[in-house]
């Protein structure tokens, strides 16, 4: 477990419900080469996907190896574009502040905006493995000293009240119920302080969960919320949105290219596609403040 920040009391190994034993158990025995591989082309270790015009090229590529190398990196340019808009939704931030990563999973939100802004950053995963693995990563890159990780529930951080300029989950809010999450956000917060979520959400307007989106559930071990719900819990949690972008036709090319790389596969790539085509699935980012 990783050490409290200063002037933080030291927060015990985090209390959890049976669901999120399940959850942290899956992403202390995760690892998928689609994060692993990705990440190991520059050391920033996303668990998210991508966003923006995929260089199809790759797949003409007529050496074997040199094709999975050039798809790699095509992908991971794809997610760490997704990982730029977040950071640059955060607001006017200085080296003087502070930024909080809900569900830091393996650490590579948290150095993008450290290295955006110069600000510190304290990422939290429920995975003792993760936030090991994330702190490493902040040693090795020498700014351990400004990007901290810490193995304990984002629901109950035990972080100071009001301290954070801003703070996000990138697709990690479907393993919460989200006023607990929002609730503990608006605490971290100071006033005006920026939140931001991108998220993969069902769609109110189709109806009920399709069958693609418990497909996902099941195989991430997660409960996605429906669109509205964001909404109706940001409001009673303070948290007032200034901005929302569909990021669904934006995410489309990644899994497009994705379904064709034989070494990343993992086998829910089509169902993805299926869900955001028709209409049921949206990738979404809400940036709100709070009041």
């Known amino acids: ?7 933080t009391a030291a927060v015990p190994v985090p209390t959890q419900s049976t669901y999120q034993t399940r959850v942290a158990d899956y992403w202390n025995a995760e690892e998928n080469p689609v994060n692993l591989e990705l990440g190991k082309l520059d050391d920033l ?8 015009n995929a260089d199809r090229s790759v797949l003409d ?12 990196a095509e992908l991971h340019r ?3 574009a997704q990982a730029e808009l977040l950071a ?13 990563d809900a569900g830091c999973g393996r650490g590579g939100g948290s150095v993008v905006a450290h290295l955006r802004y110069g600000c510190q950053a304290d990422g939290v995963t429920i995975s003792a493995k993760q ?3 994330a702190g490493a990563q902040a040693r090795k890159r020498g700014i351990d000293d400004k990007v901290r990780y810490h193995h304990r ?9 009001g301290a954070y300029a801003a703070s996000w989950n990138n697709e990690s809010t479907m393993y919460v119920e989200l006023d607990l999450l929002f609730a503990e956000h608006a605490r971290l917060l100071r006033r005006g302080g920026r939140y931001v979520v991108i998220t993969g959400c069902y769609n109110d307007t189709y109806g009920q969960a399709s069958r693609e989106v418990s497909l ?7 409960d996605i919320h429906p669109r509205s719900a964001y909404f109706r819990a940001l409001a009673r949690n303070r948290l007032v949105p200034v901005h929302v972008q569909d990021l669904t036709e934006a995410t489309l090319p990644y899994w497009e290219l994705r379904k064709e790389a034989d070494h990343l596969v993992t086998g829910i790539e089509e169902t993805f596609l299926a869900a955001y085509r028709n209409g049921s699935f949206q990738y979404l980012l809400i940036a709100a403040d709070r009041v």
Do not use: K, Q, W
């Open 1 to 7: 477990m990783t050490t409290a920040d200063p002037g």
């Open 45 to 52: 270790y996303h668990h998210h996907y991508g966003i923006g």
């Open 61 to 72: 590529e007529p050496d074997p190896d040199l094709r999975r190398e050039r798809i790699t």
């Open 78 to 80: 794809l997610e760490h």
């Open 88 to 100: 640059s939704c955060l607001g006017p931030l200085t080296p003087a502040d502070r930024v909080f």
């Open 131 to 133: 936030a090991d693995f």
């Open 153 to 161: 529930n984002m629901l109950d951080t035990g972080l100071p009240s």
């Open 216 to 222: 996902i559930n099941a195989h991430y071990i997660c």
